[in-house]
């Protein structure tokens, strides 16, 4: 492992030849993506890559991206940390990974004019795909799950054991039999 600057931008095909291992950081300042759709990035982005050819042949490129960001929860309105922790697999060579029918496995990276992926911006895509679609405190510990709960509102439909349409349910079947 190389405990270095992550690349911005490098050629997978080589990379993968010369079996390159990155362990390092990548500047929070980095991601304005991220940084915008959420309330603030915490901590630096700490990265695993490695580069390898698999046995099929495909140059392939995989890792994990973590950081924690800030976010609003949306029950509550206050701030809460969220742990991102983004696991990813890819490989450039699209053809090869049309004719093995691997496209389900691996996503395809795109080469630029100089046989180069850009990694910074696929390690910060597969962060924002692991943001969480609403930000929410777990019920424990969200100062504001008990009162939307007992208000009737969207909290209603996880408890089963009073619904009352389940009750019903079960006075038709006893009926029947
Ligand atoms: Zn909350």
Redesign the pocket.
């Known amino acids: 492992m190389q405990n270095v600057k992550i690349p911005v931008t490098i050629d997978p095909i080589r990379a993968a030849a010369k079996k390159l291992d990155y362990e390092g950081i990548i500047c929070k300042s980095d991601f304005s993506r991220l940084a915008d759709m959420v309330d603030g990035i915490e901590n630096d982005i700490e990265v695993r890559v490695s580069f390898y050819k698999d046995l099929s042949g495909l140059h392939v490129f995989e890792g994990t991206a973590r950081t924690s960001v800030v976010m609003t929860?949306q029950?509550?309105l206050?701030s809460?940390t969220i742990s991102l922790d983004a696991k990813f697999k890819y490989s450039s060579d699209e053809t090869l990974l049309k004719q093995l029918e691997l496209e389900d496995e691996f996503d395809c990276a795109e080469l630029n004019s100089f046989g180069e992926v850009h990694l910074y911006d696929i390690i910060e895509d597969e962060l924002i795909l692991s943001l969480p679609l609403v930000a929410?405190?777990p019920e424990e510990v969200?100062?504001?799950?008990g009162r939307i709960g007992t208000a009737g509102g969207d909290d209603i439909e996880q408890d089963e054991g009073n619904n009352p349409f389940r009750a019903l349910g079960d006075l038709i079947k006893s009926k029947n039999n």
């Open positions: 929860c029950r509550c206050e809460m929410k405190h969200c100062p504001a799950a």
